[in-house]
């Protein structure tokens, strides 16, 4: 069993009563904390939290948050990890009133993405999503799932399922 106490947190976030399953409407608005924290983890899992003046006595493993706030990470229900080049410049040009089918005969849109997927080796692919993902858990993403489809071919849906079963495999983030 491994413990581990987290002491001195500026503000705890999100903590919420066992029994709120869900929140929706103006709850949404509401954010619970707890000043002044400790956060005791065993095993990965949540152990006990409250006020500093209700800490635990000595943990052997103790992390000083140092007047930090902790929160929980944030699950993203909804990317497109994997793929090869952006689309920064169909998004301007969405923005200056083209059209999808202007975008399109222009050389962007979806097949054009689908073709880059398709070129791209998946070494390639599973470089540039790592770097993303490494990006996305440093700003506090702890599960995301990752989607599929702009492949447009059976070869090239493949090879993005293969690059983010290889992702899950090497990182330490639920995917």
Not at 6 to 32: C, H, W, Y
Not at 86 to 93: H, I, L, Q
Not at 94 to 122: H, V
């Amino acid at each position: 069993i491994l413990e581990t106490l987290f002491k001195n947190i500026k503000s705890l976030l999100q903590v919420r009563d066992l029994s709120e399953k869900t929140v929706s409407g103006k709850a949404m608005k509401q954010l619970p904390c707890i000043d002044n924290a400790y956060l005791l983890v065993e095993d990965d899992l949540i152990k006990d939290f409250g006020e500093m003046s209700d800490c635990p006595d000595k943990i052997e493993n103790e992390v000083d948050a140092d007047k930090k706030i902790i929160l929980p990470t944030w699950s993203d229900p909804h990317t497109h990890l994997v793929f090869a080049a952006t689309r920064e410049g169909e998004f301007v040009d969405r923005i200056n009133g083209l059209s999808y089918e202007e975008i399109a005969n222009k050389g962007g849109g979806i097949l054009n993405s689908a073709k880059k997927l398709q070129d791209t080796p998946e070494e390639v692919l599973l470089e540039k999503a790592t770097e993303r993902l490494s990006k996305i858990i440093k700003m506090g993403t702890g599960s995301i799932e990752i989607k599929s489809g702009y492949g447009l071919d059976l070869d090239s849906e493949s090879k993005m399922l293969k690059v983010a079963k290889r992702l899950a495999e090497n990182h330490p983030i639920q995917i």
